[in-house]
Every structure is written in C-alpha cells, then in structure tokens.
C-alpha cells in the first residue's frame, strides 16, 4: 500500500454525527493503521466537532464547495491532490452524471471509486432510456470501480448504462457501540410522551420526501384505528411534506396517535424505545435506518420493494408488505402489534441479521478490499 493516499469525497457537510460519519470515522482509521493519508473533501463547511472527531482518526478534513463551478473544484482539488500526493479518490453522494469523475481525473488522480448512494428506480424506456445510458457511460468513463450499496442499487446501475463487471456490491453498516437494545429506553419515551403499558410504539425515521410515502403510515394509522389496534406513531424527520401530513392525520382524526418529532439529532433512543420499525420507501438504495433499528432489535415493517428485501429478512426479522397499499401496512403492524412474543422472536434474529451483515466493520473491511484490488493491478 506504500505510495498510495485516498481523498474521499463528499457532496455535503454532515450537521450531524450520523452512522455514515461513523463509516468514515472507521474507514480512516483503517486506512491510518495502514500508514495511509485519508483526506476527507466535504462540498460544504462541517461543525467544527465533527471536523474535529473526523481529524482525530488522523484523517485530514477540507470543504470544496462544488457549486461554485467545475473550474474553481478543479483549482481547489489539485491542490490537495499534490499537497498529499493522492492517488485514489472514493466519491461519495454525488450524482453519477455529474462532472466530478471527469475534474478528479484531469487532477491526476489514478484510480476512481464512485459510491452510488441515492434511491430510486430507472423507468426511462425507448430514445430516452438509450440517451441516458449514453451519458452515464460517457460521466462514468473516469471511473475505474463502481460500489453499489446493495443488489438493487447494482441493478438500477446496469439499467442506466453502467457495465455489470465495472459494479461490487458493498452493504453500509452501523456501530453496535452505538446502536444496541435498552430496555430504559421505552420506559423514558412513555413518561415523556404518557404512554399506556397496553400501546405498541411504532417508529418511523426519515426525511418526509415522496419515495418515501410517509402518507401511507398516516393512513394506516387510521386503518389501526378502526380495527382498535392500539399504537402510536413517532415519526421522526423533517421535510416539505409535513404540514401537509399533519393535516392529513387531523383530517383523519389520528392525530392523537401521531407524534411528529421534526429533525432528531439522534434517532437512537427512539429506535430503542420502539416495538416495531416501519418504512414504507419504493426505490429505497439501502435504508440504513434499517439496520439501526433492527441492530437495536426491533422488527421491521416495510415495502416489499427496493433495497430492503435484502435487509429485512421477510418472516424472520420482520414483514415485508405490498408497496403503497395501506391496508397491507395496517396488517403487518397488527399481525406484530398483537404479539408480543412474536415481536420478541423476530427482534433476536435482526440483531444476528445485523451481526452477520450490516456491521460498520465489514463495511471498512469491504472498502478497503476494493482499494487492495485496485492497487495491486
């Protein structure tokens, strides 16, 4: 590995410490015990604590803000480049078919990992379908390894033009240190929240966006209503989409059973105080919120679509559903809700699950695999 040193790059300054920073906290320890040079290049200024956590790794942190044109990121990057003697630049966030493959490579770098993160489904069919793929081949030329974060992402991938040899599915992962059971956890949220021992407490966290359907929970609540199941719904997250969403559930009249929380610094202590974890996403890439709950060993209820067929393990760390249909949420939540035993079984298994595939450790060690790989051509 001598010679080699990594510039990894991100299109956005996190505002909070989430499981991502703690990937990338790892990953530079990693590369550090290695005696490697990670230099992480943000697209905006990060929290001074964050910028200094990240530096306690050994890492190097900078801000490149891309949208101050290619020309100035071009300008800003070689500098760094030569400052550190870069080699290989992991991308991380940016849109495939934006230019920074192309301004990375033209600053001398070698070797180029893009890391496609972002959710959604490929629809484009007949001229449209064929121009696309055309600008995703010619955008990705640079890239010499593409990280998928799932099979459906890879899939999504080939769909828009990507070569299915140039793409290797790496999972994300989170921290046990961090995410893991708390049995106090549920007892504080009840006192806060004046909620009944006979209430099941069903959680949500997730930017309030349309592919993430959130009207659908609301809708199920109202459906759980009728049939006198009794939950609460904690939805935390932010987002255009929440006033209207309160005023669906007044309109609905459950907005008794819904508490909106906004934007959670940290979801770990609701995700611990939770009976069952629900996402109903279509095109989801990989929903780390996922692994964080059932790591805190909490079922899952959520879209039989997307990423998360390969994270929730269907009958056995929760229930996959119809897609956008309200009343099959309303049944997976009820079929958990009424039994507790079951809830208790399948959250034992998420937390193998978790074990066996969505640690931040086999993360960094699948990364760091694919830079080996790269290196030793």
Not at 296 to 309: A, D, K, Q, T
Not at 330 to 356: F, K, P
Request: aromatic content about 8%.
């Amino acid at each position: 590995m001598s010679g080699q040193n990594i510039a990894i790059l991100l299109d956005a300054a996190p505002s909070t410490w989430t499981s991502q920073q703690d990937q990338h906290s790892k990953l530079c320890e990693a590369l550090v015990e290695r005696g490697l040079q990670p230099v992480l290049v943000f697209s905006d200024t990060i929290p001074p604590a964050i910028a200094a956590r990240l530096q306690s790794t050994g890492a190097q942190v900078a801000a490149i803000n891309y949208g101050q044109g290619c020309s100035t990121y071009f300008r800003e990057l070689q500098g760094l480049v030569k400052k550190f003697s870069i080699t290989t630049a992991h991308i991380i966030f940016f849109d495939y078919f934006s230019a920074v493959p192309w301004v990375t490579r033209l600053t001398g770098v070698r070797h180029i990992i893009y890391e496609m993160q972002n959710s959604g489904m490929f629809r484009a069919t007949s001229w449209r379908k064929t121009l696309l793929q055309f600008r995703t081949k010619l955008t990705t030329a640079p890239v010499t390894r593409v990280i998928a974060i799932s099979e459906f992402v890879k899939e999504q991938l080939v769909k828009g033009g990507i070569a299915d040899d140039k793409i290797i599915v790496r999972y994300l992962g989170v921290d046990f240190k961090r995410f893991a059971p708390n049995p106090y956890a549920r007892q504080r949220l009840a006192r806060e929240f004046d909620v009944r021992d006979n209430e099941v407490v069903v959680s949500t966290v997730s930017y309030l966006r349309p592919f993430k359907n959130p009207q659908v929970l609301v809708r199920a609540c109202k459906e759980l209503a009728t049939r006198q199941v009794p939950v609460r719904l904690f939805v935390a997250g932010g987002g255009d989409m929440l006033p209207g969403l309160q005023e669906l559930s007044r309109q609905l009249g459950v907005d008794d059973r819904i508490h909106w929380l906004g934007n959670v610094d940290d979801p770990t202590s609701l995700l611990q105080a939770s009976d069952i974890f629900v996402l109903a996403s279509v095109g989801e890439a990989f929903g780390l919120v996922l692994a964080e709950a059932m790591a805190c060993g909490v079922p899952i209820v959520g879209s039989r679509s997307g990423s998360l067929v390969e994270v929730v393990a269907d009958g056995q760390t929760g229930l996959l559903v119809t897609p956008l249909d309200t009343g099959s949420f309303a049944d997976g939540i009820e079929d958990l809700a009424r039994d507790g035993d079951l809830r208790r079984r399948m959250g034992m298994r998420a937390i193998e699950r978790v074990l066996e595939r969505f640690t931040v450790e086999k993360a960094v060690e699948g990364t760091i695999r694919i830079y080996e790989a790269l290196w030793d051509r």
